[in-house]
């Protein structure tokens, strides 16, 4: 929200400077995050009057312009501006003015003419381009009949006057108006605040019940219609007071009558839309819901369709407006424009907000109504516009006034017990300094016999609904900085984790041992990511949670799976130059059930590798691949005694490498899955090098965790270690092998280690060498040699018995 500081003053007396207030404000609670002073540097930039202008002897694209600039002056100026004409009232640089660029105005010759001045452009002037009328972008600035020649073009565009922007809080919402501002600094200065006098002076020889009758359909959406209309109206700009605010402000000055609808918006808080009334068709106002596949032109151009549940503003054949986003292009005001109807009206926030995201349309119109509108200010400020309409724009306010009025406001009165506000506060204030506190900002409040106040909310606070909320109005007010710090006093109970929450620490502790960085993400997530995984059409993982009321694409969903949320997390680092990466996070999937609304919510621990551990001085480089995320997982299987851990080669993950993927298994029970991504999947999300990650169901590992574990005296007896070594079909996994080892070895075996893995010269093409270390050991009595040698010998016939195994 930007506010003028010379517009506020005009409702109250402002006793200190603009930053000042500015951190009076924001002490209160209103964000004031920079104030944004004019000041450009206009000495000798004047208005003046162009009285004659003749083509340039020498240019064909150069005008010699004859300017008054008052006291009598009158400068001969060359001007190549293509909007020039004679009456027009422009601002002039004469000799000895610098611009805000820089430049100094000097007497100069042009192609052998003398020109002792400059005309300028808005631009040239240090103003923003996207604030001026279309037509004066591109050519000199131009300014309104009423303006004095000669006056002081720094004065005229009141540039004298500072900005203060404000990042209000979603609950501040009536402070979307310069009155509200100054309510709030009329409190804090200690002076009144001064409303604008409204008076009406309407035709008596009019009717509005003959011109115009308002129905709503759905009043649930629309609360209230106020209708207004102004006629004999003829379309000029504005003011420059007018547009020096609303430029102030941010908004673009159009014309007399859009200007009035917007400087009424920005004044009371209150959106107003303006008809062509010509264009109404069967002098009626129906406020509904668009039908079905119902299209509409709006004012930017673009032809918007309309869904059932958005509520539209319709004459007796069509739809005229998007009801509190944007009016159509078929009844906008236009240049011959003679009657004006006024809209003044009050929407639903829910259906206004959901409207302006479907469509893509945000507007100063949408972002009032979505958060919550006064309704009994929308015949306030209709009866403004229409006095400024009539006053601007030369017509006559026609009798009467339509207030369709089915949802009325009901009072609201809140119970303060001032002893409460001092013990939240922990202060002492009289109780008729809270209520003299909150008298300043509009509420009304009357004493009760038992000490206590009913307090009277003013419908434009739409956030004061609880005691609560009144003691932070008396907190803010009184002064945050006034209140002592103290520290909180009570019993604190002891909270015991549960054992879930315990193992999931534990997790946490191991994993980041293990050198993996924890992250957070968003549940939300986009629809798209399915489609970078590569996933099938059909795939359950892309039966998502749909959110009825999303912020954007990009979180329309609730994920169904850790992964895309780890490889936009590598993305993103990626693109920082951060390309060797260890991460995980403990975190929630989202899975539809069939017939509920709800889905089944499931914690699941994922993790993401890519790149290389840097050399270290005593270290060298380790590459980041499936065999180191396989050890950090057999490292926390290990820590939290998950025992008979099995891993299945699979192929049935897409977005996964078919021949470097596994199935993890525990006891038979299926813990989840571990592997490479896919290139095409890496290639999708921009990584640059090769990236393994894993997806573990967290209450499948609880279940297979041993909470309790078992110890066993050290072994007295010495061990004996022997190594085998055999040749073996590649496509047998190790994990096999080393099972049937252990089959076969039994007690005695107290140990299986693969410790070598060969490809190469002297192994058949489609086989592999598997080289095994094993240790012995009895716990009654010290192994013999030919016990040992006799179970070795029988572990060798096994292998090659069941794999077809050939020894090396």
Same mark, same amino acid.
């Given at each position: 929200?930007?506010?003028?500081?010379?517009?506020?003053?005009?409702?109250?007396?402002?006793?200190?400077?603009?930053?000042?207030?500015?951190?009076?404000? !924001?002490?209160?609670?209103?964000?004031?995050?920079?104030?944004?002073?004019?000041?450009?540097?206009?000495?000798?930039?004047?208005?003046?009057?162009?009285?004659?202008?003749?083509?340039?002897?020498?240019?064909?694209?150069?005008?010699?312009?004859?300017?008054?600039?008052?006291?009598?002056?009158?400068?001969?100026?060359?001007?190549?501006?293509?909007?020039? +004409?004679?009456? /027009?009232?422009?601002?002039?640089?004469?000799?000895?003015?610098?611009?805000?660029?820089?430049?100094?105005?000097?007497?100069?010759?042009?192609?052998?003419?003398?020109?002792?001045?400059?005309?300028?452009?808005?631009?040239?002037?240090?103003?923003?381009?996207?604030?001026?009328?279309?037509?004066?972008?591109?050519?000199?600035?131009?300014?309104?009949?009423?303006?004095?020649?000669?006056?002081?073009?720094?004065?005229?565009?009141?540039?004298?006057?500072?900005?203060?922007?404000?990042?209000?809080?979603?609950?501040?919402?009536?402070?979307?108006?310069?009155?509200?501002? *100054? +309510?709030?600094?009329?409190?804090?200065?200690?002076?009144?605040?001064?409303?604008?006098?409204?008076?009406?002076?309407?035709?008596?020889?009019?009717?509005?019940?003959?011109?115009?009758?308002?129905?709503?359909?759905?009043?649930?959406?629309?609360?209230?219609?106020?209708?207004?209309?102004?006629?004999?109206?003829?379309?000029?700009?504005?003011?420059?007071?007018?547009?020096?605010?609303?430029?102030?402000?941010?908004?673009?000055?159009?014309?007399?009558?859009?200007?009035?609808?917007?400087?009424?918006?920005?004044?009371?808080?209150?959106?107003?839309?303006?008809?062509?009334?010509?264009?109404?068709?069967?002098?009626?106002?129906?406020? +509904?819901?668009?039908?079905?596949? @119902?299209?509409?032109?709006?004012?930017?151009? /673009?032809? &918007?369709?309309?869904?059932?549940?958005?509520?539209?503003?319709?004459?007796?054949?069509?739809?005229?407006?998007?009801?509190?986003?944007?009016?159509?292009?078929?009844?906008?005001?236009?240049?011959?424009?003679?009657?004006?109807?006024?809209?003044?009206?009050?929407?639903?926030?829910?259906?206004?907000?959901?409207?302006?995201?479907?469509?893509?349309?945000?507007?100063?119109?949408?972002?009032?109504? =979505?958060?919550?509108?006064?309704?009994?200010?929308?015949?306030?400020? *209709?009866?403004?516009?229409?006095?400024?309409?009539?006053?601007?724009?030369?017509?006559?306010?026609?009798?009467?006034?339509?207030?369709?009025?089915?949802?009325?406001?009901?009072?609201?009165?809140?119970?303060?017990?001032?002893?409460?506000?001092?013990?939240?506060?922990?202060?002492?204030?009289?109780?008729?300094?809270?209520?003299?506190?909150?008298?300043?900002?509009?509420?009304?409040?009357?004493?009760?016999?038992?000490?206590?106040?009913?307090?009277?909310?003013?419908?434009?606070?739409?956030?004061?609904?609880?005691?609560?909320?009144?003691?932070?109005?008396? *907190?803010?007010?009184?002064?945050?900085?006034?209140?002592?710090?103290?520290?909180?006093?009570?019993?604190?109970?002891?909270?015991?984790?549960?054992?879930?929450?315990?193992?999931?620490?534990?997790?946490?502790?191991?994993?980041?041992?293990?050198?993996?960085?924890?992250?957070?993400?968003?549940?939300?997530?986009?629809?798209?990511?399915?489609?970078?995984?590569?996933?099938?059409?059909?795939?359950?993982? &892309?039966?998502?949670?749909?959110?009825?009321?999303?912020?954007?694409?990009?979180?329309?969903?609730? &994920?169904?799976?850790?992964?895309?949320?780890?490889?936009?997390?590598?993305?993103?680092?990626?693109?920082?130059?951060?390309?060797?990466?260890?991460?995980?996070?403990?975190?929630?999937?989202?899975?539809?059930?069939?017939?509920?609304?709800?889905?089944? @919510?499931?914690?699941?621990?994922?993790?993401?590798?890519?790149?290389?551990?840097?050399?270290?001085?005593?270290?060298?480089?380790?590459?980041?691949?499936?065999?180191?995320?396989?050890?950090?997982? @057999?490292?926390?299987?290990?820590?939290?005694?998950?025992?008979?851990?099995?891993?299945?080669?699979?192929?049935?993950?897409?977005?996964?490498?078919?021949?470097?993927?596994?199935?993890?298994?525990?006891?038979?029970?299926?813990?989840?899955?571990?592997? =490479?991504?896919?290139?095409?999947?890496?290639?999708?999300?921009?990584?640059? !090098?090769?990236?393994?990650?894993?997806?573990?169901?967290?209450?499948?590992?609880?279940?297979?965790?041993?909470?309790?574990?078992?110890?066993?005296?050290?072994?007295?007896?010495?061990?004996?270690?022997?190594?085998?070594?055999?040749?073996?079909?590649?496509?047998?996994?190790?994990?096999?092998? =080393?099972?049937?080892?252990?089959?076969?070895?039994?007690?005695?075996?107290?140990?299986?280690?693969?410790?070598?893995?060969?490809?190469?010269?002297?192994?058949?093409?489609?086989?592999?060498?598997?080289?095994?270390?094993?240790?012995?050991?009895?716990?009654?009595?010290?192994? !013999?040699? @030919?016990?040992?040698?006799?179970?070795?010998?029988?572990?060798?016939?096994?292998?090659?018995?069941?794999?077809?195994?050939?020894?090396?």
């Amino acid at each position: 929200m930007l506010v003028s500081y010379n517009w506020l003053k005009e409702y109250v007396d402002i006793n200190i400077n603009p930053e000042e207030l500015a951190q009076r404000l !924001t002490m209160v609670g209103l964000e004031v995050s920079s104030v944004n002073r004019f000041d450009k540097s206009l000495d000798k930039v004047v208005v003046g009057l162009i009285e004659d202008i003749k083509d340039h002897p020498y240019a064909s694209k150069l005008s010699l312009c004859t300017v008054n600039v008052g006291d009598g002056q009158r400068l001969k100026i060359i001007c190549g501006a293509p909007n020039i +004409r004679v009456g /027009q009232k422009v601002p002039v640089a004469i000799e000895g003015a610098v611009l805000p660029s820089g430049m100094v105005i000097k007497k100069v010759n042009i192609r052998q003419m003398e020109s002792e001045g400059m005309i300028c452009s808005a631009q040239e002037l240090g103003l923003d381009a996207n604030l001026l009328p279309e037509e004066q972008k591109q050519g000199i600035m131009e300014f309104p009949d009423d303006v004095p020649i000669g006056a002081d073009v720094a004065d005229v565009l009141n540039l004298n006057d500072a900005v203060l922007e404000l990042d209000l809080t979603p609950n501040r919402s009536d402070c979307l108006s310069v009155i509200s501002i *100054a +309510r709030e600094v009329a409190a804090i200065c200690g002076t009144e605040l001064r409303l604008p006098v409204i008076e009406i002076k309407e035709d008596p020889n009019t009717n509005i019940g003959d011109l115009i009758t308002v129905e709503i359909a759905d009043d649930e959406l629309c609360g209230r219609y106020v209708a207004r209309i102004v006629d004999g109206i003829k379309i000029k700009p504005s003011p420059i007071w007018m547009q020096n605010r609303l430029r102030a402000s941010g908004v673009r000055p159009i014309n007399n009558i859009v200007d009035v609808t917007n400087y009424v918006m920005l004044e009371f808080g209150q959106p107003l839309h303006a008809f062509d009334y010509r264009f109404i068709k069967g002098k009626k106002i129906i406020v +509904r819901r668009a039908e079905e596949g @119902e299209k509409i032109v709006t004012l930017d151009g /673009q032809e &918007r369709k309309l869904e059932p549940d958005m509520l539209v503003i319709a004459d007796a054949e069509e739809a005229v407006a998007i009801a509190g986003v944007m009016g159509g292009r078929d009844s906008e005001i236009l240049e011959d424009t003679s009657t004006v109807l006024i809209e003044s009206a009050n929407f639903n926030s829910t259906s206004i907000r959901r409207t302006s995201r479907k469509l893509g349309l945000r507007s100063e119109s949408s972002l009032r109504f =979505e958060k919550g509108v006064n309704i009994e200010g929308a015949l306030i400020a *209709a009866d403004r516009a229409a006095q400024l309409m009539a006053q601007l724009g030369g017509g006559h306010i026609v009798k009467g006034v339509v207030d369709n009025y089915p949802r009325k406001w009901l009072p609201v009165n809140i119970e303060l017990r001032p002893y409460k506000v001092n013990e939240f506060l922990g202060i002492e204030l009289d109780p008729q300094v809270i209520k003299e506190t909150l008298e300043k900002i509009g509420l009304t409040i009357k004493d009760r016999e038992d000490g206590c106040f009913t307090v009277s909310v003013p419908p434009f606070r739409l956030d004061l609904e609880r005691e609560i909320d009144l003691v932070e109005e008396v *907190a803010r007010l009184y002064g945050y900085d006034k209140i002592p710090s103290t520290i909180p006093s009570g019993d604190i109970g002891h909270i015991k984790k549960n054992r879930m929450q315990i193992l999931e620490e534990k997790c946490k502790n191991i994993l980041t041992a293990c050198g993996l960085m924890e992250v957070i993400t968003f549940s939300f997530t986009s629809p798209k990511v399915f489609d970078k995984l590569g996933l099938p059409q059909e795939h359950p993982l &892309r039966n998502a949670v749909t959110l009825a009321n999303p912020l954007s694409e990009e979180t329309s969903i609730l &994920r169904t799976t850790l992964i895309p949320n780890l490889l936009e997390v590598a993305q993103r680092n990626t693109h920082r130059k951060v390309n060797n990466l260890r991460i995980f996070e403990i975190g929630r999937i989202f899975l539809p059930i069939e017939g509920q609304e709800l889905p089944r @919510e499931e914690t699941v621990i994922a993790g993401l590798i890519m790149g290389a551990l840097e050399k270290g001085w005593n270290w060298e480089s380790q590459k980041l691949d499936f065999f180191y995320l396989k050890g950090v997982l @057999e490292e926390l299987f290990e820590h939290l005694n998950v025992g008979d851990v099995v891993w299945e080669p699979t192929s049935d993950y897409p977005g996964m490498h078919p021949g470097k993927t596994a199935e993890i298994k525990a006891k038979g029970i299926y813990l989840g899955f571990i592997g =490479e991504i896919h290139p095409s999947v890496i290639e999708n999300f921009e990584l640059p !090098t090769q990236a393994s990650v894993f997806q573990i169901n967290f209450e499948a590992l609880a279940q297979t965790s041993e909470s309790v574990k078992m110890y066993r005296p050290l072994p007295k007896y010495p061990s004996a270690e022997r190594d085998m070594a055999f040749i073996v079909s590649e496509n047998i996994p190790a994990a096999e092998i =080393e099972k049937a080892i252990r089959e076969v070895g039994g007690k005695i075996l107290k140990s299986c280690r693969i410790f070598d893995v060969y490809k190469g010269r002297q192994i058949p093409e489609g086989k592999r060498s598997l080289a095994f270390s094993l240790v012995y050991q009895a716990e009654d009595r010290t192994l !013999t040699d @030919e016990e040992v040698d006799a179970l070795h010998e029988r572990i060798k016939s096994e292998m090659v018995k069941r794999f077809s195994a050939q020894l090396r």
